[in-house]
């Protein structure tokens, strides 16, 4: 059995072979990071094997984090036959930045996050069961949020 990709494939084979939508293909055609498909006589787009090579780039530079905007800059550097390899060194650096960042955030998020739960629980074990009235934690909340937005210059 021949389980290479088809040579021709339709939009639906297309998204089988790259394990994307069919939206998400017509989608990425739209956008421009891929080149539009040649049509058969009934309108059905043919993607080549470059297509569908081309498709599975895109849809690893998404799940490594890379926006549409970047992917593109990526596929106009991977398409040019001169040298890139300092702009996609300098391209993947930024991305590693912005990932580091927002590891940051989402530790100190984590970290509110705990505390907010550990105060519920304390509160929860020293209140009656049968109490109620608001959830102490939310009413801080509510009292920073409006301090926060009092000190607005």
């Known amino acids: 059995m021949n389980t290479a990709a088809p040579q021709i494939a339709k939009i639906g084979q297309a998204a089988r072979l790259t394990g994307l939508s069919v939206d ?3 989608f990425y055609e739209k956008q421009r990071l891929l080149r539009r498909p040649p049509r058969t006589e009934g ?3 043919l993607f080549s094997l470059q297509d569908i090579e081309t498709l599975r780039f895109i849809r690893q530079l998404q799940q490594l984090g890379f926006s549409l905007a970047e992917i593109r800059e990526v596929l106009v550097l991977r398409s040019d036959q ?3 390899c300092v702009h996609l060194r300098e391209l993947l650096e930024e991305k590693l930045e912005a990932v580091r960042t927002k590891m940051e955030e989402l530790r100190r998020l984590e970290s509110v996050l705990k505390a907010a739960l550990g105060k519920c629980r304390r509160q929860l074990r020293q209140r009656d069961s049968s ?3 608001p959830c102490p934690v939310l009413e801080e909340i509510g009292r ?3 301090v926060k937005e009092n000190t607005k210059p």
């Open 43 to 45: 309108g059905y787009r």
């Open 24 to 26: 998400t293909i017509r």
């Open 82 to 84: 001169a040298p890139a």
């Open 144 to 146: 920073s949020a409006t």
């Open 131 to 133: 109490h109620r009235g």
